[in-house]
């Protein structure tokens, strides 16, 4: 096996890690908050903040927010391989970059959407003029994602949608829903749904802010009362929305900030080599020695899934299976690089981020927090782990 890049896949490296050096401020990668893997610290989520809006307008100029995709809707035409090798990239600096609509909706769209849709949604998505928020969970639909209630009734060229998602991160930042309805009350679960997208300014959206376990708005409640939209903002097929929708999950699940983890890890040993208890530098420690060396293997096994995926996807494979072991490795690294940085740090890893002898800017106190999350959000680990034994053990449906 050789895991080397190409010559062109080097370069295209070099060249990502250039732009970003170029186009962030110097500070940027050490003022963030964003801890990686986690949902509720992504800066964007709370207010729209100028200087990654003006970033990924140059991403977009270039063609890079949408990097894998056709040019003949606005993308870069690259192979998955860069498309992942430009990801990393991106989360090793903390770079803002492609939110729901260009790694999420966009592919699906590219999948199964019209030449219509096609047309009218990836060129906005492309030029980052427009922006996403996923619209699945309701109080009564997480895990069950296939018992939403909220319903879509035909009447004339419209759709008229009532009630209510939750969890909806970004919502309040975001221009469109991409959004799970019913559509057909009486077909089994599965087969009533149609994936939607929802213009945020429609008459009879309220969108009412829910504080995170850091202290930031990061999502929402979100109420449809009596919301029309035309029924050419369907996706694919009508009442074949949940079979998108597991696509798009997969699109979510494979986002997973590698070059994150391998960013704060190093920060970590650095910190702990410059710091001394009783008389002794930490990385002399063998207790710490050992947790450190422990966590550089989870890194590399992540890194190995990550670059996995990207080898699939050019080969026309289907990582479905994959994304699901990606997801739980990643986010089970993202919470053991948080406990772990706690345990090195001792005291100081609890230090808020405005504290004066805060390390690392108080990400790890934040990230403490925020790791959880990632355990959750598009689909938990127990979730993950269902599918990898159905799908990818051929077990038999769990329960008694
Ligand atoms: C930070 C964050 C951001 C989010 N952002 C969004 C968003 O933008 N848009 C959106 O639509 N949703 C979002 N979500 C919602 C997320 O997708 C759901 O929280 C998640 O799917 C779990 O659903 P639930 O919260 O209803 O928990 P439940 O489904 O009620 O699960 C509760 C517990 O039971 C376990 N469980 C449930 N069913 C099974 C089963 N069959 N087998 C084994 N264990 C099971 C779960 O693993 C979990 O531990 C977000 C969540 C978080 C935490």
Redesign the pocket.
Known sequence: MDFQFSGQEEAFRQEVDDFINKELPASWAEESHYWPGG??TIPDFEELDPAAERFRRRLAEKGWLTLSWPREYGGAGRSSMEQAIFNERLSYHRAPGPGVATLISGPTILLFGSDEAKREWLPKIARADIRF?????EPN?????ASIQTSAVEDGDDLVINGQ??????AHVSDFAWMLVRTDPNAPAHKGISLVIVDNKSEGITISPLI?ICGFH??NEVFFDNVRIPQRNIIGERNRGWYYAMAALDFERLVVPVGGFKRTFEELVQWAAETKRNGETLTDEPLIRDKLADLAIDIDVAYMFFWQTAWMLDRGLVPNIEASVLKLVATQLSRKLANTAVDVMGPYGELERDAKWAPLKGRICTGYLDCI?GL????????QR?IIAIRGLGLPW?GS
């Open positions: 949902y509720g928020w996923l619209a699945y969970s639909a997480g895990s069950d994602l998602k939750t969890w909806s991160s970004g995170n990061s999502f999350s959750v959000g598009a689909g938990t680990s127990e979730i269902s769990g």
